[in-house]
């Protein structure tokens, strides 16, 4: 009986990336449901986690300075809802969702960190008087416009888009 093993090394290379590959024309087919129970799981991630994916050594600072505030941030969305939300801590989930959206290996569908990076660059402005974006004002009423418009973030974060829309 032929191993299994020798069959991958003996394969043509090309064919092998072409099997292993995510397909890429998936990425533009996910369905309304679909698209809000991934912003649903998404809200519900630990901050910590998400922001040490491209901070992996401020973690445990990320978790101290999140767990501090009043009260305390342990998810996404905990985040975004704050009243208060460290100014710091909205730049690295923008940042995050930045590479999240750029990253063409991330299984989650370009939209879902496309609106996390709007919503962290609005409740920055709304709630915290902060730029921690360089996009100009018509990008950034767009980007705040669309982000609103999906339905996913909840009320409270709706409302930040729409204010910042109104701010920039």
């Known amino acids: 009986?032929?191993?299994p093993i020798d069959d991958i090394y003996d394969?043509?290379?090309?064919?092998?990336?072409?099997?292993?590959?995510?397909?890429?024309?998936?990425?533009?087919?996910?369905?309304?449901?679909?698209l809000e129970q991934i912003m649903e799981h998404q809200l519900k991630a630990p901050l910590a986690d998400e922001i040490g994916r491209i901070y992996p050594e401020q973690t445990d600072d990320v978790r101290d300075t999140a767990r501090a505030q009043e009260p305390?941030?342990?998810?996404?969305?905990?985040?975004?809802?704050?009243?208060?939300p460290p100014i710091?801590?909205?730049?690295?989930?923008k940042d995050a969702a930045k590479a999240a959206r750029r990253d063409k290996t991330e299984?989650?569908?370009v939209e879902v960190p496309t609106a996390i990076y709007?919503?962290?660059?609005a409740?920055?402005?709304v709630r915290g008087g902060d730029s921690i974006s360089s996009l100009d004002a018509e990008e950034?009423?767009?980007?705040?416009?669309?982000?609103a418009e999906r339905g996913w973030l909840g009320e409270e974060v709706e409302e930040a888009l729409e204010k910042a829309g109104e701010m920039v």
């Open 107 to 109: 299984a989650l569908p």
């Open 72 to 84: 305390p941030i342990e998810t996404v969305g905990d985040l975004l809802r704050h009243e208060q």
């Open 140 to 147: 950034l009423q767009k980007g705040f416009a669309w982000a």
């Open 118 to 121: 709007f919503a962290s660059i």
């Open 88 to 93: 710091e801590l909205l730049q690295m989930l």
């Open 11 to 34: 394969s043509d290379p090309d064919n092998l990336a072409r099997l292993l590959q995510l397909d890429a024309s998936r990425r533009d087919e996910w369905g309304q449901d679909e």
């Open 1 to 3: 009986m032929p191993d």
């Open 123 to 125: 409740v920055a402005l």
